[in-house]
């Protein structure tokens, strides 16, 4: 079963608007750890930011923002004012506390974010 | 630059053939991570070394072993290679064993079987 689900698989926007690509996990434990990575065209994977499940402080770096809702099981990434830079695959990743889960990031699918100029 | 690096970056090779792709952690990270990307299934979760030691194992086909030397540089092989095996490999590594923190990404290796 998918434990991460990235519903839109593509986003185009104009330059200066604003983005966001939503995130939904599922885990039955209570302690696990979120993340966002983003995939530029030239295919590293750049890590974001990493949440811990009992912190659900909405988190706020330059123009990107995060906002954590366990009650949603969500954790959503905002991109404001986008810029063509932000054009690439943004993954949402889950990493559960379980023995033989440790380490082990599940991605989602991904969100292609386009940004013309 | 994560620190991460893995060699080679691209490699070509025929159905039948067996590779070897390296890949070294960030200085001070005990934990590597292996993970395949491709087209039909995504980023999947191969295998996580901590310390030379195996800790977990995700979706990782027979044909395919990994290691973790004492200098905690890892080697994933893949033999028996089939057109199905071309993808994008990554290797990660973190500080931790525990999944607590950050997985950082080498730039991967691209893999054509042909």
């Known amino acids: 079963a998918q434990k991460v689900t990235q519903a839109q698989t593509e986003i185009s926007v104009v330059e200066k608007e604003d983005v966001t690509l939503d995130c939904v996990y599922e885990?039955?434990?209570?302690?696990?750890?979120l993340f966002w990575y983003k995939q530029p065209p030239s295919g590293e994977l750049v890590f974001l930011i990493r949440r811990n499940s009992f912190d659900e402080q909405n988190e706020i770096s330059g123009r990107y923002s995060w906002n954590f809702q366990k009650s949603t099981s969500s954790f959503n990434f905002t991109i404001t004012a986008s810029q063509v830079v932000d054009s690439a695959v943004y993954f949402c990743?889950?990493?559960?506390?379980?023995?033989?889960?440790?380490?082990?990031?599940?991605f989602g699918a991904g969100t292609q974010v386009v940004v013309t100029p | 630059d994560s620190g991460v690096t893995q060699t080679p970056k691209h490699l070509i090779t025929a159905t039948g053939q067996r590779v070897t792709l390296r890949c070294s952690p960030r200085?001070?990270?005990?934990?590597v991570y292996w993970y395949q990307q491709s087209l039909d299934q995504g980023l999947q979760f191969l295998i996580h070394y901590y310390n030379g030691e195996e800790r977990a194992k995700g979706n990782i086909l027979e044909r395919f072993s990994a290691q973790q030397f004492p200098d905690l540089h890892s080697e994933l092989n893949l033999s028996s290679l089939e057109l199905g095996d071309s993808a994008l490999y990554f290797c990660?590594?973190?500080?931790?064993?525990?999944?607590?923190?950050?997985?950082?990404f080498g730039p991967g290796t691209r893999l054509t079987v042909t």
């Open positions: 990743a889950l990493s559960e506390a379980l023995t033989d889960s440790w380490g082990k990031l599940q």
């Open positions: 885990t039955r434990d209570t302690t696990y750890y």
């Open positions: 200085s001070g990270d005990l934990s």
């Open positions: 990660a590594s973190s500080v931790d064993g525990q999944g607590k923190y950050e997985q950082y």
